[in-house]
């Protein structure tokens, strides 16, 4: 039976379903214990397993990492939380040189089951070193899995899934999610969530033009598709949820049908998501369906400025998605 | 009850053994380079043998260790197998890492050695997990965490000294001090000049020690170890040794004086100096260390002449190799 929630309960949920069912599961991370973590993620989780399994770390971004990465190959499934994602920076080594590495270069005799959980994103004011998007970075790594969550179910259900996984995931959460609410179905164990569930999926369809996008950017594509149903365009948006693996035959699928893309995220454009979407659609066989050249519509290709115009300007707005989506409709007619 | 016990005449034997097969070992890759038949880099270890040899005959079954970039005498030292070894360094399919790993990560993990790192204190904060995992789990395991003069000079070696202290992990970390990271001495690179002494900022009690007695490391070591053990929280040791060849085969030694070094390999050489120690204290006759020398010898030899054979690994190999799990795209 779902219940409506946050995204930052249903994430909970998933913490408090996966601790109770497996011994090995452990929280680590900054103030997430009697804090309840930055954004209140963990809260009362510490109360409830105690301070052994949901463990407040000093500031230490290298060894939060790489502590999960040595209790991971000795049998643990720890689940980290860095404070905020930009933080992570101080954490590559041990995410990037270890974690991604360590199943291939020992040639298959470890697995490093761990979650890595990155609060990021802008719109908080925050601005910029606290409000990145660098997802590109952690999916353009072999070894790494990348995940995106832009609904509450799919937070909880993702984290379900990626506890389970016998390999490193990035779980990029937007911070602006936390507060949204839906429906969740909270899940009786870890194993009701297929680990193979993550591929891309529609989340309106319509037959003129494909719009592509993941955590956040699905809300604004969402608005933007209604906003063009108002002047009788129906677009479909597809959500990718994973962008390592990328799934990306329901994207060639639909843009098969509609002859139209447009990919939106709310990173910057040069190397991200959206390139490899678009280069992935033009080398397939969609490429003789399209009618225009593909369009991305990503964040202003600048740091994250503090100026609440400035920050709104760097951020793709339902508004930019929309005029982008009629210049893709008009060019062909 | 430690593993190898070099007070006796048996301990003595296996401990001699097994610095022979390290300094045989990393002979033979010399050799098979010269000849053009290693490909890649490597890091010797020859003259610091003592300290991979005394630490881990310090340790009981189902310890753990993590290695180095200079790590093939930590992982013969800790039960692995030379062929394997040998086999991993000539890239082949018996190569404890499939051939995917070569010298500097070299893991065996069913021995306990959860790997070797080419990255400076990249296993530092990895031992300390292995650590936690050990404590939670119920386990009563040490991890040994070697690592070198120049990581104490990383972030790294300061957050996992830092947590292990705070969180009381089962952890010794053993800093190899060879006296230079790749041509840095540690005089012009560490402030206040010791690793040892960094400890006590941890609440971590540190000491330093005679790298190249192998009785003195053992002796060390195992009190260490059994302090860690007994629930005393983390520990740390400074060995210092030497190393006689250059930091990796690109070295041409323009940073030290050609007096130095054989000073320490004339004066100072742990085989040495462990092969007389024994037999004036009666462990070994002179008839046991030639037996000794024949046999690392043997192993060596045979070692290489089955891993030579070993087949190279095919590119389909690395098809899915990077995860345990799935690795394509899902099908919804
Ligand atoms: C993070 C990082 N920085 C630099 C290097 C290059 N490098 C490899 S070994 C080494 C020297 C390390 O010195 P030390 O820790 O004393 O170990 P030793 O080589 O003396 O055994 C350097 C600079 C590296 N592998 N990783
Ligand atoms: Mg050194």
């Known amino acids: 039976m779902a219940e409506v929630m946050s995204t930052s309960r249903a994430i909970n949920a998933a913490m408090r379903v996966a601790m109770a069912e497996d011994p090995r599961v452990f929280l680590a991370g900054e103030d997430i214990g009697v804090y309840g973590g930055a954004f209140g993620v963990t809260d009362g989780l510490l109360g409830e397993f105690g301070a052994e399994r949901v463990r407040d770390t000093p500031i230490s971004e290298d060894i939060i990492v790489g502590m999960a990465v040595g209790a991971a190959i000795t049998g643990m499934r720890p689940v980290i939380e860095m404070q905020f994602s930009d933080f992570v920076v101080n954490a590559m080594d041990p995410l990037v040189n270890q974690a991604a590495k360590l199943h291939f270069m020992y040639g298959g005799n470890v697995t490093v089951p761990m979650v890595l959980r990155l609060p990021g994103g802008g719109g908080t004011g925050a601005a910029e070193q606290h409000s990145q998007s660098l997802e590109a970075w952690f999916a353009h790594v072999p070894g790494l899995k990348v995940v995106a969550p832009s609904t509450p179910q799919d937070a909880h259900d993702l984290l379900l899934a990626s506890i389970n996984d016998p390999d490193p995931v990035v779980l990029v959460e937007h911070k602006l999610l936390y507060k949204a609410e839906g429906p969740v179905e909270v899940r009786g164990s870890l194993a009701e969530v297929d680990a193979a569930f993550a591929g891309t999926v529609p989340r309106r369809t319509g037959g003129d033009l494909t719009i592509v996008s993941y955590s956040r950017g699905c809300a604004v594509a969402l608005d933007a598709a209604e906003a063009l149903a108002a002047d009788g365009v129906e677009a479909t948006v597809l959500d990718l949820r994973s962008l390592r693996p990328l799934d990306l035959g329901p994207v060639i699928a639909s843009v098969t049908a509609t002859g139209r893309l447009l990919v939106t995220h709310e990173a910057p454009g040069p190397v991200g998501v959206g390139a490899e979407v678009v280069a992935g659609v033009v080398g397939s066989e969609a490429f003789d369906h399209l009618l225009v050249p593909p369009v991305r519509v990503t964040g202003r290709d600048n740091p994250m400025p503090y100026a609440p115009g400035l920050e709104r300007a760097t951020i793709p707005q339902v508004e930019d998605v929309v005029a982008a989506a009629r210049r893709l409709m008009a060019e062909d007619d | ?332």
Request: aromatic residues 6%; contains cysteine; charged residues 25%.
């Open chain 2, 1 to 332: 009850m430690p593993r190898v016990d070099p007070s006796t005449p048996e301990g003595a034997r296996a401990a001699l053994t097994t610095m022979w097969t390290i300094r045989r070992f990393e002979e033979a890759l010399e050799d098979l380079y010269s000849r053009g038949l290693l490909h890649g880099t490597n890091h010797l270890s020859i003259g610091q043998e003592a300290v991979a040899v005394g630490v881990c005959g310090a340790l009981e079954e189902g310890d753990l260790i993590t290695s180095t970039h200079r790590g093939h005498g930590h992982c013969l030292a800790h039960g692995a197998d030379p062929m394997r070894m040998m086999a991993e360094l000539l890239g082949r399919v018996d190569g404890y890492c499939r051939g995917r790993g070569g010298s500097m990560h070299i893991a065996d993990v069913d021995a306990g050695n959860l790997g070797a790192n080419g990255i400076v204190a990249g296993s530092m904060t990895i031992a300390a997990g292995a650590a936690l995992s050990m404590r939670m789990q119920g386990r009563d395991a040490v991890v040994v965490c070697f690592f070198g003069d120049g990581a104490a000079n990383e972030g790294s070696f300061h957050e996992a000294l830092n947590l292990a202290g705070v969180w009381g992990l089962p952890v010794l970390f053993l800093c190899e001090n060879n006296q230079y990271g790749m041509s840095m001495s540690q005089d012009s690179s560490t402030a206040g000049g010791s690793v040892a002494a960094r400890g006590a900022a941890y609440g971590i009690e540190g000491r330093r020690i005679d790298g190249n007695d192998l009785d003195a490391v053992h002796a060390a070591a195992a009190e260490a170890v059994a302090g860690v053990r007994a629930g005393g929280g983390p520990a740390l040791l400074e060995a210092v040794t030497y190393r006689y060849r250059g930091h990796s085969k690109s070295d041409r030694n323009l940073y030290r004086t050609l007096d130095e070094i054989e000073s320490w390999r004339n004066e100072r050489d742990p085989v040495d100096r462990f092969e007389a120690a024994a037999v004036a204290s009666g462990r070994l006759t002179a008839e046991d260390v030639d037996a000794v020398r024949a046999e690392a010898r043997d192993l060596l030899r045979d070692a290489v002449q089955r891993a030579v054979r070993s087949p190279e690994p095919t590119v389909d190999d690395l098809d899915g190799a990077a995860y345990a799990g799935r690795s394509t795209a899902a099908v919804a």
